[in-house]
């Protein structure tokens, strides 16, 4: 801009001054140079204006505020629009997909302000988010009257808690092609349940086995061998159980356990509504007990061939004595929880040797 | 408002993320903390309280609160709602007959009125174990898909055994809270 202004003021003193012809003749060719420069130079300016409105998101107040002026009455008008469509009963099944777009325009308009609040001030960004809000409210009240249903929904929930009922559910919700999946894998889940006074028997050979998970659910009076080892094992709801289980990779998770004798090896063991039962672990990490109570813990004594590979591929191979730490979470205190006991010496196992179990009855 | 938006520029400046790790027991939390922290995950017991954890992941720094999943911890997890930005929901997928509680708990955790801003990434964990429940089984079990339609949600299968699939999930978390927060980069 300097330089312009001073040829410009160079220009006017010329004319005034000499009338050299040589001189008169260079003071044209300048003049016409300066007009040019200044052609180009207003081109480029309208060339900038040009481009700054296409984009006037581009950290300018005014532009974002007529954009959210916008949007806002956008949505607004569509609260309105979905209003009027509920006089008319047919058009009732579009209303919820309509106010869903609504809600979903709103949740842009936050993110509009989100975007730009670094350089908005501060009375903008509060002004804004109140505009938000405001909608909001709009909408919700929208959505009470015009789709009363959700007071249904409450009654849906609480009918689901059974776990019967919901995989039910979901196959009436949903196609059936797709369920039978959800269904076909809760069922082959593989496990022994429901059984009672028998002795289980299973072994882990196939390396595919022993990438699964195991259960065991439902058992009253039986006598359980798992030899081999696997990633997981789940164990619900036994009675009078007696359980040898070889090295397991994952965890073993415990609930409802009573009167049992549980010899287990695992990375982690949790043991929840367990009462009257001893547990021989081997185990990488502290075991924790919740809700238990007259639950006594043991090193874990158990023999096959092969185990001592078993183990030491688990991590297990070991001795941790981590047996003995167990963690109480219903006892957050220093002293020793009154709920598990270590198993006096004269009462403990000796080893159990299992090499002679074998797989004969296919019960599964 | 005003304190709303001074806490934006000061985690603008630190490029700071809060993330909330919860789920049920067994389900797999701090082995994915610690897995994806680069560290020994062999040795891991059940979490007695919380951990926390500050990641660099890409150019953030993420606050991670590992909180213990026990049935009587569970009603301590309110303490650690607010000024979350990312809600990470773990599920043993191996669990399945504990999905219903998985569900129910989840449903709770997302009524709660200091989480109606954070996104959620629901891992469906233990992807390595035989007979796992797919992803896409999981999304159908916790009706995912009935979520209220302004919550951004993914789901993503893993292993936090393997390594697998995690990344990708933080992937997406770390990217859906950039976009809300920190737009300008």
């Known amino acids: ?364 | 408002m005003g304190l709303l938006s001074i806490i934006r520029k000061i985690k603008k400046k630190e490029k700071e993320m809060r993330i909330l790790m919860v789920g049920l027991d067994n389900s797999g939390k701090t082995t994915i903390v610690l897995k994806i922290n680069g560290e020994d995950t062999s040795v891991i017991s059940p979490t007695l309280g919380f951990n926390i954890k500050t990641i660099k992941y890409q150019k953030y720094s993420l606050n991670i609160w590992d909180v213990g999943g026990q049935k009587t911890i569970r009603s301590y997890w309110r303490n650690y709602f607010e000024q979350t930005d990312g809600l990470v929901w773990v599920v043993d997928s191996s669990d399945v007959r504990r999905l219903d509680d998985c569900r129910l708990e989840l449903e709770n955790l997302l009524k709660e009125e200091r989480l109606a801003g954070a996104s959620l990434l629901v891992f469906a964990n233990k992807q390595d174990i035989q007979g796992a429940l797919k992803p896409e089984d999981i999304v159908k079990v916790l009706n995912l898909d009935s979520m209220d339609k302004t919550r951004h949600w993914q789901i993503a299968g893993c292993s936090a055994y393997t390594g697998e699939g995690l990344l990708e999930g933080f992937d997406w978390l770390v990217q859906d809270i950039a976009s809300r927060i920190y737009v300008l980069d």
């Open chain 1, 1 to 364: 801009m300097e330089g312009e202004d001073g040829s410009e003021s160079q220009q006017s003193r010329h004319p005034a001054g000499t009338l050299d012809p040589a001189t008169q003749k260079r003071h044209a060719a300048m003049i016409d140079r300066l007009a040019n420069l200044h052609q180009s130079r207003l081109q480029q300016s309208a060339a900038r204006s040009a481009s700054s409105a296409a984009s006037p998101a581009f950290e300018s107040v005014a532009a974002f505020l007529t954009r959210f002026d916008e949007s806002g009455r956008a949505v607004e008008a569509e609260i309105k629009r979905c209003r009027d469509l509920s006089v008319d009963p047919a058009s009732a099944p579009s209303l919820k997909p309509e106010l869903e777009k609504v809600a979903a325009s709103i949740a842009d308009l936050d993110r509009l302000v989100a975007e730009n609040s670094y350089f908005l001030p501060t009375y903008e960004v509060r002004s804004s988010l109140k505009a938000i809000s405001v909608l909001k409210e709009a909408l919700d009240a929208a959505n009470s009257e015009l789709l009363p249903r959700k007071k249904f929904s409450f009654r849906n929930k609480t009918s689901k808690k059974d776990p019967i009922c919901l995989v039910k559910e979901i196959e009436e919700e949903k196609g059936p092609s797709s369920d039978k999946r959800v269904l076909a894998a809760v069922r082959d889940s593989p496990g022994f349940r429901n059984k009672e006074g028998s002795i289980l028997i299973k072994h882990f050979r196939v390396s595919e086995e022993e990438e699964g998970d195991f259960t065991l659910s439902g058992l009253n009076c039986c006598e359980i061998y798992l030899k081999g080892r696997l990633r997981a094992l789940f164990i619900h709801r036994l009675t009078n159980c007696r359980v040898y289980a070889g090295p397991v990779l994952g965890s073993i998770l415990i609930e409802e356990v009573n009167d049992c004798l549980l010899m287990l090896a695992s990375h982690q063991i949790r043991i929840h509504h367990a009462t009257a039962t001893d547990f021989y672990l081997q185990v990488r990490s502290r075991p924790i007990i919740e809700d238990c109570s007259a639950v006594r813990f043991a090193p874990y004594r158990l023999f096959y061939e092969g185990i001592d590979t078993e183990l030491r591929d688990c991590g297990l191979g070991e001795e941790t004595r981590n047996w003995a730490n167990v963690d109480d979470f219903k006892w957050l205190r220093a002293v020793q929880s009154p709920n598990w006991s270590l198993i006096p010496d004269e009462e403990l196992l000796g080893t159990v040797n299992v090499s002679d179990v074998k797989e004969q009855c296919e019960d599964k």
